[in-house]
Nanobody, 114 residues
Framework: QVQLVESGGDLVQAGGSLRLSCAAS????????MAWYRQAPGKQRELVAT???????YYADSVKGRFTISRDNAKNTVYLQMNSLRPEDTAVYYC????????WGQGTQVTVSS
């Protein structure tokens, strides 16, 4: 069983930056493929970025060039650095981990004002 706890969500003005963190329980963090998803009101949950256990990285077109996903296996933590934030980025951001099973965090709210 893996437990995920997101943090770092906040209210920020357009053009600002935030760094989200996802802390995972356990000592085998390095084997998990990690991802960030987001869900805005009335919309489907969408994939934002992934970083596999082999550190292959993927970004959604909507965030490419603005967001950076990274992981620190020694700290059992995955990060999402978000720059040049737009009101359209407003959503609850969820951490995801996968190895045989899929695990989700509870989410952290990001609100970008214009």
């Amino acid at each position: 069983q893996v437990q995920l706890v997101e943090s770092g969500g906040d209210l920020v003005q357009a053009g600002g930056s935030l760094r989200l963190s996802c802390a995972a329980s356990g000592s085998a963090f390095a084997i998990y493929d990690m991802a960030w998803y987001r869900q805005a009101p009335g919309k489907q949950r969408e994939l934002v970025a992934t970083i596999t256990r082999g550190t292959v990285i993927y970004y959604a077109d909507s965030v490419k060039g603005r967001f950076t996903i990274s992981r620190d296996n020694a700290k059992n933590t995955v990060y999402l650095q978000m720059n040049s934030l737009r009101p359209e980025d407003t959503a609850v951001y969820y951490c995801n981990a996968q190895f045989l099973q899929v695990y989700w965090g509870q989410g952290t709210q990001v609100t970008v004002s214009s």
